[in-house]
């Protein structure tokens, strides 16, 4: 195992303040505590990065999984403050075992914004954000099929999390051993002990230098933990301890106190307009040059009756030159004002840029048998008026090289599904799928699995699709290599977590690595299909990262067009 240690401090990073009167309105004249007036005057905040689980053996059980739902409390000031005292009666009478990992949760009276409470942590690191996209409006045929009836309402609409209880990461490709270390930490039991993470795109490829401290994969499960459900709030405290690592009950104590004592209490409702950034520079990776005639050697590879290549997604890389900073989590939340029908995500290890993302495309959700995947490809502009927008649909739902990109998709998935569950149901079987700024081509499908615990099949099967990568999957990806030449690393890549009772993965479009100095890199692809033309493919990649772009300039949040 070519493993990556990391046991020691991190500072945070990029210490520039912003100014909160411009930036922020609050959710009330909270006073502040001492601990967090205390805590807001540092300038450089540091997490202990705990153990790494994939160094465990993954084959002896834990000594305890475990979580403790203290009483409800009106504000995340008295939160805090329960924390930070059962913490210390953990440490005064700890559980007799010498591995374990036990959640201790303080339910909130006031619903507080999950991105909002991340903002307010003054960059701590490591840390990580998944907020849930809105399916409102679409049949939920997982329903059908998971053994389930409980409410959503114990379900979180989004996540964030700093610091570290148990981290899983490794330069080697993702394995059914690294899932099975993954899944000692977890039970249904606890069904939010959860390990947020993803993968890389192509597991087997160099790993660039911007993306070197994600590995080949990365996950955690956060040490200090803020969930924000429909009415009201949680926050959560979790340590995880293996005497195995030389990580003990001990250790993971003072490491979580250690971070305990830099989270604020004072969370500050971000304002969702524009950042406004402006962008200096745009460099493409390829350039319109480049791109064209890329686009032109695909489609001969597919023409070529000798070849069984039909589809290939080419993507492009774009840095953007800022005139002054990105704040990642503002800029998500910007885009999370045009992404409720969409996933937002953040992940940022210590040391590494944040990969942060607004994907309409998942990947999978599984909750007990029941699995569900989608089809999402071709890609339209919306139009701006009702009879524009009747006349791009009909466009989109009649074009014969829309149509075959989509089948493709829509087909490969039914088939991988159907080789790890008992019976897959498609539905609808096309059907236009509208965003803020694009529509697609869209059908759901589901199925029941043929064994509830393995996840790591359902991964290896999905990913990737063709609808980032192509079909077959084999050719796809060794075209990819072949022309492109940048490191797409977690773009396109399964993003979000394992739980014990359920699991759900986005997939990584969308997205930027946003980095430590005055810019970020933008990723976006396109279908290549029989029919492709290399502008209009080109115009599409625009179009796709637009919304980031946008967002950072003074452009209000498009609203829907009902």
């Given at each position: 195992m070519a493993s990556l240690q990391c046991s020691f401090h991190f500072l945070g990073t990029n210490p520039k303040k912003y100014n909160p009167s411009s930036i922020f309105q609050s959710y009330s004249r909270t006073s502040f505590t001492k601990l967090s007036s205390r805590v807001s005057r540092q300038r450089f905040l540091r997490c202990t990065l705990s153990m790494n689980g994939c160094e465990a053996d993954h084959k002896a059980p834990l000594g305890t999984v475990e979580t403790r739902t203290l009483s409800t409390v009106p504000s995340p000031a008295a939160a805090t403050e329960r924390l930070?005292?059962?913490?210390?009666?953990?440490?005064?009478?700890?559980?007799?075992?010498?591995?374990?990992?036990?959640?201790?949760?303080?339910?909130?009276?006031?619903?507080?914004?999950?991105?909002?409470?991340?903002?307010?942590?003054?960059?701590?690191?490591?840390?990580?954000?998944?907020?849930?996209?809105?399916?409102?409006?679409?049949?939920?045929?997982?329903?059908?099929?998971?053994?389930?009836?409980?409410?959503?309402?114990?379900?979180?609409?989004?996540?964030?999390?700093?610091?570290?209880?148990?981290?899983?990461?490794?330069?080697?490709?993702?394995?059914?051993?690294?899932?099975?270390?993954?899944?000692?930490?977890?039970?249904?039991?606890?069904?939010?002990?959860?390990?947020?993470?993803?993968?890389?795109?192509?597991?087997?490829?160099?790993?660039?230098?911007?993306?070197?401290?994600?590995?080949?994969?990365?996950?955690?499960?956060?040490?200090?933990?803020?969930?924000?459900?429909?009415?009201?709030?949680?926050?959560?405290?979790?340590?995880?301890?293996?005497?195995?690592?030389?990580w003990t009950l001990e250790n993971a104590i003072e490491a979580l106190q250690e971070t305990m004592l830099q989270v604020s209490s004072v969370i500050m409702r971000l304002r969702r307009e524009s950042l406004g950034v402006s962008v200096v520079s745009?460099?493409?990776?390829?350039?319109?040059?480049?791109?064209?005639?890329?686009?032109?050697?695909?489609?001969?590879?597919?023409?070529?009756?000798?070849?069984?290549?039909?589809?290939?997604?080419?993507?492009?890389?774009?840095?953007?030159?800022?005139?002054?900073?990105?704040?990642?989590?503002?800029?998500?939340?910007?885009?999370?004002?045009?992404?409720?029908?969409?996933?937002?995500?953040?992940?940022?290890?210590?040391?590494?840029?944040?990969?942060?993302?607004?994907?309409?495309?998942?990947?999978?959700?599984?909750?007990?048998?029941?699995?569900?995947?989608?089809?999402?490809?071709?890609?339209?502009?919306?139009?701006?008026?009702?009879?524009?927008?009747?006349?791009?649909?009909?466009?989109?739902?009649?074009?014969?090289?829309?149509?075959?990109?989509?089948?493709?998709?829509?087909?490969?998935?039914?088939?991988?599904?159907?080789?790890?569950?008992?019976?897959?149901?498609?539905?609808?079987?096309?059907?236009v799928r509208k965003l803020a700024r694009v529509q697609h081509l869209y059908s759901q499908l589901a199925g029941q699995l043929k064994r509830e615990d393995d996840e790591f099949n359902i991964l290896t099967a999905l990913h990737p699709t063709p609808a980032v990568c192509g079909c077959p999957v084999e050719e796809a990806r060794l075209l990819i290599k072949q022309i492109e030449s940048f490191d797409r690393g977690m773009y396109a890549g399964p993003i979000g977590f394992f739980g014990g009772g359920e699991s759900e993965f986005s997939v990584g479009i969308r997205s930027a690595l946003v980095e430590k100095g005055l810019g970020a890199l933008i990723y976006a692809g396109t279908g290549i299909v029989s029919g492709s033309n290399p502008s209009s493919e080109w115009n599409e990649l625009e179009l796709k990262i637009s919304q980031f772009t946008k967002s950072l300039e003074h452009e209000s949040a498009l609203q829907p067009i009902n």
């Open positions: 930070i005292t059962a913490v210390s009666d953990l440490k005064s009478q700890p559980p007799p075992f010498s591995s374990g990992i036990v959640r201790l949760q303080v339910p909130i009276e006031q619903k507080i914004g999950a991105i909002d409470w991340l903002h307010a942590q003054n960059e701590i690191l490591p840390r990580s954000f998944f907020s849930r996209r809105s399916d409102s409006g679409r049949p939920d045929l997982l329903q059908d099929f998971s053994s389930d009836n409980g409410s959503s309402d114990h379900n979180p609409v989004s996540v964030a999390g700093i610091g570290s209880a148990v981290f899983f990461r490794d330069l080697d490709p993702f394995s059914h051993d690294d899932w099975r270390s993954i899944r000692r930490f977890l039970s249904s039991k606890s069904p939010l002990i959860r390990a947020y993470g993803g993968l890389r795109f192509d597991p087997t490829g160099k790993i660039a230098v911007e993306w070197e401290h994600f590995g080949s994969f990365y996950f955690t499960v956060p040490q200090v933990e803020f969930d924000e459900f429909g009415g009201s709030s949680m926050l959560a405290a979790t340590v995880a301890w293996d005497n195995e690592l030389s745009k460099n493409h990776v390829p350039s319109e040059g480049a791109y064209y005639p890329a686009v032109n050697n695909a489609l001969e590879i597919i023409k070529d009756k000798h070849s069984p290549l039909s589809k290939v997604v080419l993507a492009r890389s774009s840095r953007i030159i800022t005139d002054t900073d990105i704040d990642p989590i503002a800029w998500l939340a910007r885009l999370q004002c045009e992404g409720q029908d969409a996933y937002q995500f953040c992940l940022q290890p210590p040391g590494a840029p944040a990969f942060i993302g607004n994907t309409p495309e998942r990947l999978f959700h599984r909750k007990h048998l029941g699995v569900c995947s989608e089809a999402l490809a071709a890609t339209r502009p919306r139009g701006d008026s009702k009879v524009r927008e009747m006349e791009i649909e009909r466009d989109l739902l009649t074009s014969p090289k829309d149509d075959l990109e989509f089948s493709i998709v829509r087909e490969n998935i039914r088939e991988k599904l159907k080789t790890i569950c008992d019976r897959v149901v498609v539905k609808p079987h096309k059907s």
